[in-house]
């Protein structure tokens, strides 16, 4: 579980992210990364009123909507020609 209410309470406190990277056994870029995130929000500490931990998750790291992509099958019988097609070509060198 992060923990970005112990960073923006260290980070109130003045205490550089080094500091706050040390005391919370977070990553110095994931400390940097969940201040820049609550700066853009103007999130600070204390937190604002009824907001808990589940929600101040959800507002800085608000999943992205992917599209899934249906994978390309490759077409067996071109690939089996192209490799007859290079006699210097073994199955071996391709695993490699």
């Not at 870029?29 to 101040?56: C, F, N, R």
């Not at 800085?60 to 599209?67: P, Q, R």
Request: charged share 20%.
């Amino acid at each position: 579980m992060r923990k970005i209410e112990e960073v923006l309470r260290l980070s109130a406190q003045g205490k550089s992210v080094r500091v706050i990277s040390r005391e919370t056994g977070v990553s110095r870029p994931s400390v940097a990364t969940y201040l820049e995130k609550a700066a853009e929000h103007e999130i600070g500490w204390p937190l604002p009123e009824g907001m808990d931990v589940q929600a101040l998750e959800q507002l800085l790291f608000a999943a992205v909507e992917t599209t899934k992509s249906t994978p390309v099958i490759p077409n067996w019988q071109e690939v089996a020609t192209e490799i007859q097609a290079h006699n210097h070509l073994t199955l071996q060198l391709l695993w490699f």
